[in-house]
């Protein structure tokens, strides 16, 4: 039984191969033959043609692009061909057929010799049954080779030999499997040909950065010259004019009244302080008016877990005509029409609103004669050409390391855009009179801290301390100051209210720190989406 089954599996097998063989047989591309002659002109050009015998459509993919050392590729040029279609790298012929081009970049100079090498056979789709190579220049052949098989092969081909009067040299293969090679070397004397090799250079981070003495010496050159030039143009344009006696004392009380010095109001303090108009400027300039008497502040009413609001009520009575202009766009963005408005409902809606009043703030000190060109303007205008250079140096290093090896050189450019960029948030300067006025606040800030108040009339101290408290809001100490406010009469006990600022029935001066402290975070919240907070 086990017999008969063997002998059914073996019939089976037969079966099959005898069934497949016919497919094979028609599937097994036809071979050809080729025969080759090369010709090294005087300009280095190879000119090549091949006698292709067989028959049907063939194609061959010609090698253009080898390593020639650690950096570079070297690439041979094919053109002018006729016989058949090159597309790319791919030569499509119909065979039989005779196809001509022309190779450039194939001629080595080396030593005393120049060295013709060409992968005369190669990349055919089908099998090349016999190769054929014959190889004539202007000078007479000092020495040959070649290799058949694999690219790499170091095999020698079938034959190799020259004439007897060393003009041309002769070369042939047998049975060169599909996309293997033939490939001959013929030597030259020095000045057969002008011909060289043709090299691109091959792109990687390690070469495209090289670190040498020429870049690294022309990459600090220009960094000393573009940080150097930015340095410079912060010392002649960037600079606060210098100023004499910048630490006088300013003493803000006179015959008992707040007189501010160089009469500098909370929300100019802060944007000649630090060059901006932010939030904390607005905020300073609401508690300001209150003080003034533009406005009162009421604490409303809440519950333990409610949050905290207040009403801003108009005083009918205050002079309006002599706010500044930053000061008015501010008063009638908060009420716009209305006689009181909750704090909670500016939230969101005064947004669109700030920007006015920053652009009257910015004017303001330029109008003040502090600087010379509105802060945010000249800030803007040094940050967008640091960012213009960031962005020539990003192409520069790009062009570079992908063309040359000097990619280095790009980030100089880069490192002095963002020098600029960054160094273009201290370019608004201040005049003479700006850095005076400067110097007298920073002298009030000192004494508004030093505590001693021992000057201060009783009967004025109310009014005086309450006129210190938005330049305390500027200078970040709200609830310090708004604790010396409250120990004036409240003393923990119950007290009347400030005449511009209204709690709650349950509430007494004991509880002003608090209050204001809460009432400054929520003002910058409610009045723009992001607080922008400052510090001298």
Known sequence: MTG????????????????????????????ITDQVSLELRKDGVLRVSEKIGGEGEVKRTFLTRTRYDDGNDRVYQIANVKGGQLAGDVLTVKAPATVTYEVKGTVTPSGGVEELRWFAVNGWNVPVSKATVKVTGAGMVQNLSCFAGELTSAIGCTSASMDHGATQADFEQEN????????VVVGYPKGTSSGAPILERRFSLATAFTLNGITGGALAALLVLMLGGIGLLYWTRGRDARIAGQETAVDPVQNGHFSPPDGVRPGQIGTLVDEQADVVDVTATIVDLAVRGYLRIDERSRQAYDAPDWTLVRLPSAPVEALLPYEKALYDAV?????????????????????????ELYADVVRQGWFARRPDTERTRWTTIGFVLIGAGILATVGLAWFTTYGLLGLALIIAGAALAVGGQFMPAKTAKGSAALAHTLSFRQYLFSGELENVPEQHRVELFSRYLPYAVIFDGVEHWSRVVASVTGNGHQADNLYWYHGPAEWDLSKFAGSMRTFTTTTSGAISATRQLRSL
């Open 4 to 31: 008969i089954r063997l002998t059914l599996a073996l019939l089976g097998a037969t079966a099959l191969t005898l069934t497949a063989a016919p497919a094979w047989a028609s599937a097994a591309a036809a071979p």
């Open 176 to 183: 060169l499997a599909p996309g293997e090679a033939l490939t």
């Open 335 to 359: 009420f716009e029409g209305r006689d009181a408005v909750l704090l909670s409902e500016l939230s969101g809606s005064f947004a669109k609103n700030l920007g006015k009043v920053r652009d």
